[in-house]
């Protein structure tokens, strides 16, 4: 029996070439392929800048840094997440404050997040949670009123659209992180980037993705650098970047057919998912379904061949989160949503087959 998984990656010859020819240059690592990549990255979305990083989680905790966040300063994301958009306020020493979700999105609740704004809050993670923007018109509105910093985790979201943005050009945020995780949408094995457009935000990550070192023009000829803040080697590697160069060429072609299966999925099982708003054009990264009894579901599932995953465990119900001051009913809607969802496979190299078979094996254990 053929085996089906919630998500993975879409390789095919163009990587492989591009892969191949990279470990055949002079430069493996801090060469051309890393600022090509990065300057696709913004010719894509739209941004001024881009800086490349060794996985999202790392670019979340670089943002953190080149905003400032620190001890005593407070972050507001979603609960219903994976633990890398909250657990890089703590890395920077700042506090996590959640807002509950809208369970049409499962996305963060604008009318929520202004409940947890105290005269401590610097900052908003909104996490565009499988591929749908969160309403970042109303966020950025929330923001500018209370003089906060926007950034987004669109670790699920390249590709995706929003009203007439693409996510990623910053038009209504400060930065964006994406995650080129084997499961995320496109992938370079690890990975992630961040967008901004501003400019000194982009030299403060610069920095900091390479141990705080700066080496000015009158430092260019020498050996000379100077090491101004505490920096890390968060660094992708340009055999990663030839993988990413390659895979978001197919990004829009990768995209048609995850909106193609939502669609065939939409129509055939008709389980409760998700509602696309007005406002969004997703590259969807889940399909997440609502089933009664989602144990029993998991297990059946497992047994007819699909390996099916769970998105997400709420983060403040994790034993870490309860240790800092958060209990389980905290975000109701969060531990409603994750009671029932499981995400079904959704992946560009499933064909029109596979599709008929999951719809039915599927209808066979519900
Ligand atoms: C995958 C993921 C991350 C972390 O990405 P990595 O590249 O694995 O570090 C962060 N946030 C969300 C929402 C994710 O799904």
Not at 97 to 110: C, G, M, Q, R, Y
Not at 224 to 250: C, V, W
Not at 323 to 330: K, M, P, R
Request: aromatic fraction near 10%; hydrophobic fraction near 35%.
């Amino acid at each position: 029996m053929k085996k089906y998984t919630y998500g993975k990656q879409s390789l095919s010859f163009s990587d492989f070439y591009n892969v191949l020819s990279t470990l055949k240059s002079p430069f493996l690592t801090c060469g051309p392929k890393v600022k090509e990549f990065e300057q696709a990255i913004c010719d894509y979305t739209g941004a001024k800048y881009c800086v490349s990083v060794s996985s999202a989680t790392a670019g979340l905790h670089l943002a953190m840094l080149a905003i400032g966040i620190a001890k005593g300063d407070e972050v507001i994301t979603s609960p219903n997440t994976f633990l890398a958009s909250s657990n890089c306020v703590l890395y920077a020493g700042g506090t996590v404050k959640f807002a509950d979700i809208e369970l049409e999105t499962a996305n963060i609740n604008p009318a929520e997040i202004e409940k947890q704004i105290t005269d401590k809050t610097k900052a908003i993670i909104p996490v565009h949670f499988a591929g749908q923007s969160c309403d970042m018109e109303k966020i950025h509105e929330i923001a500018t009123k209370n003089n906060l910093f926007i950034v987004e985790d669109a670790a699920h979201a390249i590709g995706s659209d929003y009203k007439d943005t693409k996510v990623g050009c910053c038009k209504y945020s400060d930065m964006t992180i994406f995650s080129f995780h084997p499961v995320k949408t496109i992938t370079t094995g690890e990975g992630g980037a961040i967008t901004t457009n501003n400019k000194e935000l982009y030299e403060k990550l610069l920095a900091l993705r390479s141990h705080g070192m700066h080496k000015d023009a009158k430092m260019a000829t020498t050996w000379e650098y100077e090491m101004r803040e505490l920096g890390f080697n968060y660094r992708l590697t340009d055999i990663q970047a030839a993988l990413g160069i390659s895979q978001l060429k197919k990004l829009d072609k990768f995209k048609k057919r995850r909106r193609e299966i939502v669609e065939y999925y939409n129509k055939h099982l008709g389980l409760p998912n998700l509602i696309e708003k007005d406002f969004s054009n997703a590259c969807f990264h889940l399909y997440p379904v609502m089933v009664r009894n989602r144990e029993e579901f998991y297990h059946k599932a497992k047994t007819v061949g699909l390996n099916l995953q769970v998105h997400y465990i709420p983060v403040h119900t994790q034993p870490y989160y309860k240790n800092l001051g958060f209990n389980e009913g905290d975000y109701p809607s969060a531990e409603i949503y994750y009671k029932k969802c499981i995400s079904l496979p959704l992946y560009p190299t499933l064909s029109d087959r596979d599709l008929k078979e999951i719809v039915k094996r599927i209808k066979d254990i519900l």
